[in-house]
């Protein structure tokens, strides 16, 4: 019985290396290609094709073979191949997609932000805010504790809003 899983993982682990992604294999594909262009992007297109072909290789195999050779394929191998085939694909797909998508930096998502004591009112916040006219961006302001801490993170005190105890069983 311990050979069939030790057969079993060595497969999973050969099929994990086919150079395609979501595999594994695939971004080593996505490494070499990005050390050769220093393209990030072009890395990822190239293994995200990869792992395209190797769907197109396992329906030839597993379902086209078969038929040409005049035999019926299996209907639970040809399951389980469609099903392993749909999710390489999805994954190469979605690899590829977002391989093509604009880059974000942090930078540009960040907010000023400004700490106010817990004594501050809504017409202290008001006075940071820019004047109009400048279409600047109000800053987002965070009441704090002497020491920096916000209010509702002291151990002492509750969260802002406190769990509801369960309604009573009848």
């Not at 993982?9 to 290396?17: A, P």
Request: aromatic share 6%; charged share 10%.
């Amino acid at each position: 019985m311990t050979n069939i899983f030790v057969w079993a993982n060595l497969l999973i682990g050969l099929f994990n290396v086919l150079p395609g992604l979501p595999l594994d294999g695939g971004r080593l594909v996505e490494s070499a290609v990005w050390k050769l262009t220093g393209s990030q992007e072009k890395g990822t297109v190239a293994a995200g094709w990869g792992g395209r072909i190797i769907v197109i290789g396992l329906v030839g195999w597993f379902v086209v073979l078969p038929l040409l050779s005049g035999r019926e394929p299996d209907t639970s191998l040809v399951l389980i191949t469609m099903l392993v085939c749909g999710f390489l694909w999805m994954g190469a797909s979605a690899s590829i997609r977002q391989a093509r998508l604009p880059l974000v930096e942090a930078g540009a998502l960040a907010e000023p932000a400004v700490g106010l004591p817990e004594s501050a009112t809504v017409a202290d916040m008001l006075a940071l805010a820019p004047v109009p006219a400048t279409g600047a961006t109000p800053p987002s302001c965070c009441t704090a504790r002497t020491g920096g801490r916000p209010p509702w993170s002291t151990p002492a005190r509750s969260p802002p809003f406190p769990r509801q105890p369960p309604p009573p069983r009848p």
